[in-house]
């Protein structure tokens, strides 16, 4: 199971990076074919499960324990919102990357709020793919831009300010908002001036107090609490 709060920079102590673990879930063979050739020619990354239907997703997650799952959205039975819910019911901290077509507001919300890390549509590009694939195996966020626009829409209408301090400290609430930006541990850390390590405490009890297992989550809730504001994003 991935560190919530692990560095996509970090290392071993034999200086090499550890192998990001992924579970393919879409019911069009040739999709996962095509998907799983170009994450296995990452060396980082390492495909080793795949799932044709949100029934098969939540055993083979439920065996494998993946790092990241990319998750399609509709499939024959149980679709990738109720898979998703499912799974993270039961492994809040595995990082769910929605693969779709779809983005209609009702799949982007109900997978969000379901526990999904990152949202892309599936015109992204290879490179952002890998790149998002990597985020949220780090715990941060990945979301496609017109996805974002949805999110922050959405969200900033319906926040409520509420006293930073019932949940979070002071620092901890510093680290959320710049987390929100977008920026890696390392960037949190120079832009706060203190160590990596730091930043990943910092963020593992934010995690664990908000109840969440990505950053994507729990961004959504400080927009909701309105200790974020969606227009510094």
Do not use: C
Request: hydrophobic share 40%; no cysteine; net charge negative.
């Amino acid at each position: 199971m991935p560190d919530p709060a692990r560095d996509s920079d970090s290392t071993s102590e034999t200086g090499l990076s550890r192998r990001i673990s992924l579970l393919l879930v879409d019911d069009h063979p040739v999709v996962r074919k095509g998907t799983r050739e170009l994450l296995e020619g990452e060396p980082d990354l390492h495909v080793i499960g795949e799932a044709a239907s949100g029934e098969e997703a939540i055993a083979q997650a439920r065996a494998l324990r993946p790092d990241v799952i990319l998750m399609d959205v509709s499939m024959p039975g149980m679709n990738g919102i109720e898979a998703t819910r499912a799974i993270k019911a039961e492994q809040p901290r595995v990082g769910v990357l929605v693969l779709t077509s779809y983005d209609d507001d009702a799949y982007v919300f109900a997978l969000l709020e379901a526990g999904a890390a990152g949202y892309l549509l599936k015109n992204t590009s290879e490179d952002d793919l890998l790149g998002a694939v990597r985020a949220v195996a780090a715990g941060e966020s990945a979301l496609h831009p017109s996805v974002a626009r949805k999110v922050l829409e959405r969200f900033s209408a319906a926040a409520q300010p509420t006293p930073p301090e019932d949940d979070l400290s002071p620092r901890e609430l510093e680290v959320l908002r710049v987390a929100a930006t977008g920026r890696t541990n390392k960037e949190i850390a120079r832009d706060l001036d203190i160590s990596p390590r730091t930043v990943q405490v910092h963020l593992a009890n934010i995690f664990s107090k908000l109840g969440v297992g990505s950053r994507t989550e729990a961004v959504l809730h400080g927009i909701k609490r309105g200790w974020i504001d969606p227009k510094m994003l």
